[in-house]
């Protein structure tokens, strides 16, 4: 069993900066793929960002691509997301995903859930 513990969300104004971490519980965090989710008021969860076993390779939504960065420490059981030059449009709840087996199409199915989901965390932009 793995617990997924997201922080970091907040208020920030348009074009500010934001940190999520997702700290895991257990030993085995290295052998999951993880992910970033969000989902907006009266939309669904999408997808956001990925990073795979090692830390040395992630994918990204067309929507945040160059302004958000995945990245992991498994010897800290965490992963995290660099958010800049935020949009309005990046608010939402934020989840993070755990995945055990597969690559990245399977951790973005919307048809297959991850192992594990946190609880997420607000993200809001707004002045």
Known sequence: QVQLVES????????????LSCAASGRTFSIYIMGWFRQAPGKEREFVAAINRGG???????SVKGRFTISRDNAKTTVYLQMNSL??????VYYCAARRYGGFSDLKNPRVEPDYWGQGT??????
Not at 8 to 19: A, D, E, I, Y
Not at 87 to 92: G, L, M, W
Not at 122 to 127: A, F
């Open 8 to 19: 970091g969300g907040g208020l920030v104004q348009p074009g500010g900066s934001l940190t």
């Open 56 to 62: 040395d390779s992630t994918d990204y939504a067309d």
């Open 87 to 92: 949009k309005p449009e990046d608010t939402a």
């Open 122 to 127: 607000q993200v809001t932009v707004s002045s």
